[in-house]
């Protein structure tokens, strides 16, 4: 079946726009994670959804940085006056259930911001 | 808070020669640990994960031993082979948790 996908691929904008980065999880899975990867480094955890709730935001950088999952399917992180440090890939995971069940990564949005 | 460290790449290594890349954590309770990979041009993908202590995760030739007295989840392979070339998280939840807590990442180069 078909795995987690993320849109754009690539997506560069200029210091103090606003982006919207999307996530189709795999079908049926409840469970939504947003990761943000900078370059060399690990990925650090965003926030987390069971269903159309956000269960866990903690590790929202500020209030810049939004994500929403209205109908418990598709996920929008959504990021407000961009700045240069926002510069990373920021990945998408599902999981079956949450708690323990294996969370599947999709590829990743590259985000460059000039 | 929770944190995993694992050894700084490039690991460079020949074609059947023994691989093993270091990881430790600091957590309380008892997370589950996990290593994941990630191939050139493609998304990360799990390897294998160890639930409680002890336990040994296993996958493509690869092996992880859960060990709670050192807080270590080592990485090893026997014989690599030029496919394995890529770069390998260590990664950790807690009991009850969700959120994957991932250390810095190492990369394997196999030459062959």
């Known amino acids: 079946g078909a795995g987690v996908s993320q849109t754009p691929s690539n997506k560069v904008t200029e210091k103090g726009k606003y982006v919207e980065l999307r996530c189709d999880p795999i079908s049926g899975h409840t469970a939504l994670y947003w990761y943000r990867q900078s370059l060399g480094q690990g990925p650090e955890f965003l926030i987390y959804?069971?269903?159309?709730?956000?269960?866990?935001d903690s590790g929202l950088p500020n209030d810049r940085f939004f994500a929403v999952r209205p109908e418990g399917s598709v996920s929008t992180l959504k990021i407000q006056r961009t700045e240069r440090g926002d510069s990373a890939v920021y990945l998408c995971?599902?999981?079956?259930?949450?708690?323990?069940?294996?969370?599947?990564f999709g590829p990743g949005t590259r985000l460059t911001v000039t | 808070g929770n944190s995993v460290t694992q050894m700084e790449g490039p690991v460079t290594l020949s074609e059947e020669a023994f691989l093993t890349i270091n990881c430790t954590y600091t957590?309380?309770?008892?997370?589950?640990l996990f290593w994941y990979v990630q191939y050139p041009g493609e998304g990360l993908q799990l390897l294998l994960k160890a639930t409680k202590a002890d336990d040994k995760g296993s996958n493509k030739g690869f092996e992880a031993t859960y060990r709670k007295e050192t807080t270590s989840f080592h990485l090893e392979k026997g014989s690599v082979q030029v496919s394995d070339s890529a770069v390998y998280f260590c990664?950790?939840?807690?009991?009850?948790?969700?959120?994957?807590?991932f250390g810095g990442g190492t990369r394997v180069l196999v030459k062959p």
């Open positions: 959804f069971q269903g159309t709730g956000a269960a866990d």
């Open positions: 995971a599902s999981s079956r259930t949450g708690g323990q069940s294996e969370q599947y």
């Open positions: 990664a950790l939840t807690k009991a009850a948790g969700n959120k994957l807590t």
């Open positions: 957590a309380t309770g008892y997370p589950s």
